[in-house]
């Protein structure tokens, strides 16, 4: 059973950055496999951002993110990150990350089972 823990949210001002942070525990002895950052505003649907895929660390993004965010994953510390930059007010979102064991590849638009209870980004 793997459980994921998001953290890093909070307030930020239109430009700046802020890196988000999940943790993985449980039984992650996984050989393939996918993890990625999502967003949902309230009366939308979530949006997928960028995923990573392990072994290889293959990334992918959606466009209006792939400028400004970075994903990035510590297989030893079990921690995914997103790196925001020049944060937009559209950003403002809480963001979810998520895992999924996957013998290929992942994309932002791959169904994931395995879900963090999430973080708030609020842009001012």
């Known amino acids: 059973h793997v459980q994921l823990v998001e953290s890093g949210g909070g307030s930020v001002q239109a430009g700046g950055s802020l890196t988000l942070s999940c943790v993985a525990s449980g039984s992650t002895r996984y050989t393939r496999y996918c993890m990625g950052w999502f967003r949902q505003i309230p009366g939308k649907e979530r949006e997928g951002l960028a995923t990573?895929?392990?072994?290889?660390?293959?990334?992918q993004y959606v466009d209006s993110v792939k400028s400004r965010f970075t994903i990035s994953h510590d297989v030893a510390k079990r921690t995914l990150s997103l790196q925001m930059s020049n944060i937009e007010s559209e950003d403002t979102a809480t963001y979810y990350c998520?895992?999924?064991?996957?013998?290929?590849?992942?994309?932002?638009?791959?169904?994931?089972?395995?879900w963090g209870q999430g973080t708030q980004v609020t842009v001012s």
């Open positions: 990573i895929y392990t072994p290889g660390a293959y990334t």
């Open positions: 998520a895992l999924d064991v996957l013998e290929r590849g992942c994309s932002p638009t791959t169904v994931f089972h395995i």
